[in-house]
């Protein structure tokens, strides 16, 4: 099992940047696929980007590429979501979430997804 704590969200002005941490707890943390999602209020939950064990391969939903960018950090068990360009529409609250792979796929569906963190709220202002 793994256990999942985001850290780094906040209040920032339409164009700015933030950057989401996940730190990650357990065994064997380069064994898992790691992906962030998002959810609003009212609406359900959705991908926005994942990389695979190794760090070299990612995927990302169309409408944060070129602005967001995720990275890990296998030796200190950590994932980034780096968020440039922010937009209003980019307000939720933000999840870490870890998938025990065979295949090395930044899978995109959430379902396959099994250990989640508690959720970091990112607030962009207009």
């Known amino acids: 099992q793994v256990q999942l704590v985001e850290s780094g969200g906040g209040l920032v002005q339409a164009g700015g940047s933030l950057r989401l941490s996940c730190a990650a707890s357990g065994r064997s943390f380069s064994s898992y696929v790691m992906a962030w999602f998002r959810q609003t209020p009212g609406k359900e939950r959705e991908f926005v980007a994942a990389i695979n064990r190794s760090g070299s391969n990612s995927a990302y939903v169309d409408f944060v590429k070129g602005r967001f960018t995720i990275s890990r950090d296998n030796a200190k068990n950590t994932v980034d979501l780096q968020m440039n360009s922010l937009k209003p529409e980019d307000t939720a609250v933000y999840y870490c979430?870890?998938?025990?792979?065979?295949?090395?796929?930044?899978?995109?569906?959430?379902?396959?997804?099994?250990?989640w963190g508690q959720g970091t709220q990112v607030t962009v202002s207009s």
């Open positions: 979430a870890a998938h025990y792979s065979v295949t090395d796929r930044p899978t995109t569906t959430e379902d396959l997804y099994h250990y």
